[in-house]
Structure formats: C-alpha cells, structure tokens
C-alpha cells in the first residue's frame, strides 16, 4: 500500500507524518489489496478570523474502486485526519458489505478480499460540525480545482462508483460511447445522465 502526503497550507512535519500513517496503518488488513492512499491536508484562515484544517483521504483499490472520505475540523488538523480515517472504516464497510454482482465486480469486495480482511473495530457515531459548513472562500469565484482520473468504464459501473463515493453526481469516461458523462442522483431516487453534444 502506497501513501501519499500532501499539504496545503500545512507543513508536514515528520511527527504529522508518522501520526497519519499510524491511523492508516490497518487499512490493508480491514481491506487487501489497496494500491494506492492520498491524504490531503489544508489549513485555511476563514472570514470570522477563524482557522478552519481539512483532511481528505482517498483510497484506490486494485480493481479501479476509489474510497473517499473529507472531514474538516476547526484548529487541529489531528481531529481532521481521525474523522476522515473513521468516515473512510465506513466506506470500506459499506464496500465489503455489497454482494450483489450484476457484472460489476470490481466495484464490490470479492469473498478472497473478505475471507482474509479483518473486522473494522466500532467507530461509534461520529458528529459533523456544520457550524461554518456554508461559508464561501474569499477571492476567486472558483474556490478549488481537482484534477479528475477518468476510467473507462458502463453506466452501471458509473452508478457503483458514485455510491460507493456516496456523491450525488460523478463524471466518468463511458466505455460504451468513448465520451465523457456526467451521472447525477435525482430526487426521484433514481438516477440522470448528462451527455455532451455540440450545437
């Protein structure tokens, strides 16, 4: 398993890097073949005077699955980087606990994965704090750019994808049509898909 660590804002000291790889350290034995874990820490001064860390983790697995789970914490960037490691024990949890195929297996944990992977201890329930949830960036309209890994892949996989992420839209390469598509949850329940034409 690979981690990498970045931050922004954040200066990664020896002692914040053997602290976040402690907490990740028994992630391969809750879920094998994990390739790759970034971590991304950013500290960030808000309009209230107000320091405000973020920790994001994403997990990609050997079969294209990706994990993801963001907490954002006032002050310490440690309280940030526990809440995202337990949000992330329960994507896992949800990953292991799909056993319905329908032909998209790489998006659902295999029984050799569960038959050697050990139990996720009790997280218990952990509380968000939206206090300053709504807050927008000062400065540019665009607030943040990511660059986005596009996998060939079917709608249905598209559809596993973006539940597992627990987002409500996902882009992704349509491996049927070779264009990219943007696949959104409606409030129906089900789900819509945006694909781009040209006038």
Do not use: C
């Amino acid at each position: 398993m690979d981690v990498r660590i970045e931050g922004s804002n954040v200066r990664i000291s020896d002692e914040l890097e053997q602290y976040t790889l402690r907490k990740l350290d028994r992630l391969d034995r809750y879920l094998p073949r994990i390739q790759i874990v970034e971590v991304d820490l950013s500290h960030e001064h808000t309009r209230r005077g107000s320091d405000r860390v973020n920790a994001q983790i994403t997990l990609r697995h050997e079969r294209g699955a990706i994990l993801r789970a963001e907490e954002k914490a006032k002050g310490e960037i440690r309280i940030a980087i526990d809440g995202a490691v337990d949000k992330l024990y329960r994507q896992i949890q949800r990953f292991k606990g799909k056993r319905i195929r329908r032909g998209r297996d790489r998006y659902i944990a295999s029984v050799e994965e569960l038959s050697v992977a050990e139990d996720i201890p009790d997280v218990g329930d952990f509380q968000f704090d939206f206090a300053d949830a709504g807050e927008e960036q000062a400065g540019l309209p665009i607030a943040r750019r990511k660059d986005v890994e596009l996998n060939p892949m079917s709608e249905l996989e598209a559809i596993e994808q973006m539940e597992l992420l627990d987002h409500d839209f996902f882009m992704f390469y349509n491996a049927d049509t070779q264009i990219i598509n943007v696949l959104y949850r409606r409030r129906k329940g089900d789900y819509g898909l945006l694909v781009p034409s040209t006038p």
